[in-house]
């Protein structure tokens, strides 16, 4: 079993930034693969950013490419999203996931355990 909290959400004017964290315990956290998707009102829950078990593999959705930045600190079992150039299309609230395995999945179906999720808001 593993535990996930996210924290760092907020409210931000358009341009700024934010990181959010998510703290995982239980299960080894370095043997899988963390990803951070978020769900928009009205919408689907989409992927955002996914990084592998030693972090050296990262994957980005064409929409946040060059903005946000995933990355893992596996001794403090804590994954993080830097967002930065925020827009007001990135309001959403954003959940972190551990994966199955050590590969990063852009399907929510490739993840076992979810945070309860962390609310981004961002002003015109």
């Known amino acids: 079993q593993v535990q996930l909290v996210e924290s760092g959400g907020g409210l931000v004017q358009a341009g700024g930034s934010l990181r959010l964290s998510c703290a995982a315990s239980?299960?080894?956290?370095?043997?899988?693969?963390m990803g951070w998707f978020r769900q928009a009102p009205g919408k689907e829950r989409e992927f955002v950013a996914g990084?592998?078990?030693?972090?050296?593999?990262?994957y980005y959705v064409d929409s946040v490419k060059g903005r946000f930045t995933i990355s893992r600190d596996n001794a403090k079992n804590t994954v993080y999203l830097q967002m930065n150039s925020l827009k007001p299309e990135d309001t959403a609230i954003y959940y972190c996931?551990?994966?199955?395995?050590?590969?990063?999945?852009?399907?929510?179906?490739?993840?076992?355990?979810w945070g309860q999720g962390t609310q981004v808001t961002v002003s015109t």
């Open positions: 996931a551990a994966a199955a395995s050590t590969v990063v999945s852009i399907e929510e179906s490739g993840y076992v355990y």
């Open positions: 239980g299960r080894t956290f370095s043997s899988y693969a």
């Open positions: 990084v592998s078990w030693s972090g050296s593999n990262k």
